[in-house]
């Protein structure tokens, strides 16, 4: 957009900003345009705006914030992260097949398998990480390849660029859910990526307070197909919850940084804990994934997951840690401990879950932005007891 300000932390502060109309006033912010028409001051031709649905200046800035940070050419925000993934389906039509990464997030994995199927837009899943098995699976209808990586909860890695080769081999689009890695730290349209998408209810607003969606489209032939299904379809971000997100952009940098780091240690910590069976994260050397990891994003974020023995142990955890909350979604200001067999994956059948390593002693942590110390320490008093309760489990059973 401009180059006095190349680097994205310091994008990240001003991209909005910049895409902002020019106001009279000189407010650092972009303003919160309520308004849902808009005063056409000629009778045979109109301004930029008309109605809300179709085009709000609040939401606007952001749209144009977020494309830039990603790199593409035109960004669109929507009502939630599932309303830009199932608007970004709509591009599809009756007939056309999707390959898929079996560990997608569990809403879109109900879009695609209950919603999808009634439109006839059929699915093949695939383990993402394995090239040749996604080269294989591809049909003469396959019209997309969905890639979510880091995968949730295991964090499986999947090579952006390789499974790209694929998709152009075979004149598919690819879209990449890059909600765990943000433009921050990850960008799939500089790496030949379609589609971009985010729940920005994660780290990018980054409080646990709006749920919010993005989509940004790397040509602007394919952003004009976009926009036409978020105006057709209506699922449009709010101007006072787009002035949210603006602000909380501002800050991604700052936090995503520091969590990121404090995950790092964390995932560390646990590695050398007796009692943990296994640790989840893209930034230990031990992950299958940590060198494709490496070559296609910055940092390895701030989502880890860990095993624990048994069920008796991960609740004996859960019920004596006193600072994360213990709930779902992640990306915030405070650490998020999650269960991801009653949470996140509840939808999907035992043998599933554990099939992909969810098993009942597997705990998602999203780290937030207390001191280090502190959680370790938090952990390490948790830890004692699930000890305990570990022993105790497999000496009944
Ligand atoms: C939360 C999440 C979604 C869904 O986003 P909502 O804002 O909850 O609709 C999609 N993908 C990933 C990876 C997520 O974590």
Redesign the pocket.
Same mark, same amino acid.
């Given at each position: 957009m401009s180059d006095y300000h190349d680097k994205i932390e310091t994008k990240v502060i001003h991209a909005a900003k910049n895409a902002a109309l020019e106001t009279e006033t000189g407010a650092v912010n972009v303003p919160i345009y309520l308004s849902s028409t808009f005063h056409q001051e000629s009778f045979d031709s109109f301004g930029p705006f008309d109605y809300s649905r179709s085009g709000n200046p609040t939401r606007e800035a952001l749209e144009q914030s977020i494309a830039d940070l990603e790199g593409g050419e035109r960004g669109l925000a929507f009502a939630?992260?599932?309303?830009?993934?199932s608007s970004a389906f709509m591009l599809l039509s009756s007939g056309d097949h999707v390959l898929i990464s079996q560990d997608?997030?569990g809403?879109?994995y109900r879009f695609v398998t209950e919603v999808l199927d009634k439109f006839q837009i059929t699915h093949t899943f695939v383990n993402m990480t394995d090239l040749n098995e996604v080269a294989n699976a591809v049909q003469p209808n396959t019209k997309v390849i969905y890639i979510?990586t880091p995968?949730?909860p295991c964090m499986n890695i999947t090579d952006i660029e390789g499974v790209i080769k694929i998709a152009k081999a075979n004149d598919c689009l690819t879209f990449v859910?890059n909600?765990?890695m943000t433009p921050l730290y990850q960008n799939p349209i500089k790496l030949g990526a379609d589609v971009v998408?985010? #729940?920005?209810?994660?780290f990018l607003s980054g409080h646990s307070d709006i749920?919010?969606?993005l989509a940004v489209t790397r040509t602007a032939a394919l952003g004009d197909k976009l926009a036409f299904i978020q105006n057709s379809f209506g699922s449009i971000l709010g101007a006072q919850d787009a002035f949210q997100l603006i602000q909380g952009i501002k800050t991604l940098n700052a936090r995503l940084s520091q969590s990121s780091q404090g995950a790092q240690k964390l995932a560390e910590y646990f590695q050398a804990h007796p009692l943990i069976e296994a640790v989840y994260y893209p930034g230990l050397t031990a992950h299958p994934g940590h060198e494709i990891h490496a070559r296609q994003s910055s940092n390895a974020g701030a989502v880890l997951s860990f095993r624990l023995p048994n069920k008796a142990a991960a609740k004996a955890f859960v019920e004596h840690v006193r600072i994360p909350v213990f709930a779902v #979604?992640?990306?915030a200001v405070e650490s998020i401990l999650s269960y991801p067999n009653t949470m996140?994956h509840a939808a999907m059948p035992k043998d599933e879950r554990e099939k992909r390593g969810i098993t009942d002693g597997l705990l998602r942590l999203s780290v937030g932005l207390e001191h280090v110390d502190d959680l370790i320490k938090d952990f390490d008093q948790a830890l004692d007891v699930a000890v305990k309760q570990a022993k105790e489990a497999a000496v009944i059973s």
């Open positions: 939630s992260g599932m309303a830009a993934i997608v997030y809403g879109t979510e995968s949730n859910d909600t765990f998408l985010h #729940s920005a209810t994660k749920i919010a969606g #979604s992640l990306g996140s």
